[in-house]
């Protein structure tokens, strides 16, 4: 059974920073690319950064030069480490294993002053 669980998400002051952990069971983690996706309120879903298998990585621009996303394979684990938040990055961030489609049930992060 896939199983991605997300965990890590909370709440945090603008400026703060928080690392988002995807735990993914059930499948062949090293082989798939890897991407999380949020989903503001009110708002479509919005990628926001991936990682291929060999761990090349792709980022919105919104978020460039403050989320990094990285991959452990022996864990079986993908990270969002997300820093210098401000309140346009409040929403439910979903871990996606896109090509299969495989689609984990999200974390809250709230960015508020």
Sequence with gaps: QV??????????????????SC???GFTFSSHDMSWVRQA???ERELV???TSRGAT??????KGRFTIS???VKNTVYLEMNSLNPEDTAVYYCNAPY???WGKG???TVFS
């Design 41 to 43: 309120p009110g708002k």
């Design 3 to 20: 199983q991605l669980v997300e965990s890590g998400g909370g709440l945090v002051q603008p400026g703060g920073s928080l690392r988002l």
């Design 49 to 51: 950064a991936s990682i």
């Design 107 to 109: 974390t809250l992060v």
């Design 100 to 102: 299969s489609n495989y």
């Design 58 to 63: 792709n980022y919105a621009d919104s978020v």
């Design 23 to 25: 735990a993914a069971s």
């Design 71 to 73: 991959r452990d394979n």
